[in-house]
């Protein structure tokens, strides 16, 4: 059920990074004519975004095996929450860098603080719906 | 003394055992390997980004020293390259190469996110670069390497944790 629950929760939030960064793109389009979006750096925004929340994943997987060694509760669960998260609030950030005409550095800090951040958040979120299955205890 | 029935003196050699087990794991250091895996990659990933370091500050055509001369606060962000690639030889000169009895326990336990450090850092220079002066094919010799150091963090993560398990 709480998986369940969990993976209601974890599409419709993907369904919201989606749609959000869809409709704020189109907003900044539209509002803004001149400002272009290019699709080189937003490729590149995306790859630095999920590599923050990469870290945020590696982290918590590395506190993760040294308490509790052996395979990884759900782990497909696991990196899509920190992902997900990453990419929401790193997209955003990127958006809102791009729609205020940032210096590139601004920009770049804001992206990898936002997604770490968002990851470390969003996973906090979920272990607080369903925390990690409980396995058998060390001999 | 109080006679113990069977399952309970099971469980007081259990918990003894346990005891033990953990006094010695608080005592003793985590075991080491005979030689750290992935040693070559990460070799190659520090001296990889020490080069990039030195190109850009010895070769003003580079595309970083380029990018650089347009954004200086950048030199800043090859600092911070730099140190974390001199922390990742340090630990593989200390703790792969050197003998047992010397150690650096702090870079060991955080190498991952030594090398996804790299990996972002590396990730941003190229950024920068593509904002200045829009896309070129050397970018990809960056990416090349931030995407080696992001799977050795992984992989040797992984790796380490279920050695030492």
Redesign the interface.
Known sequence: MTTKFLRACLQALFWIVVTTNFALAATAASLAPSTSMPL??AL??F??CT??G??AL??R??KE??TN??PLPRPALFCAMHLFGSWLAGGLAFVAGQQQHF???AE?GLM?VASYIGAAWVEAFAEKLSPSTPREE?? | MEELTPAAAAIDI?NR??TS?AISLLMDKPPRLPMGRYWMVRLYVALSVITNCLVAWFEPASLTAQMLRA?P??WW?LSILCVLATVTLADIFINDWLPPQYSFPHAREHR??VY??I??GT??L???I???R??TALLLTYWVD?GFA?GV??LD??AR??E??
């Open positions: 080189d750096q590149l925004s790859v630095i590599f923050s990469v870290a590696l982290r997987i590395d095996l040294k060694p052996g210096d590139v550095w770049i990898i060390m001999p | 259990r055992l346990r087990q954004n606060t950048g962000l991952h996110l996804i450090a990996a972002i990730f941003c190229t950024y920068a593509l904002k200045e829009g896309y931030a992001a963090a992984a993560l992984f944790r279920r030492f398990a």
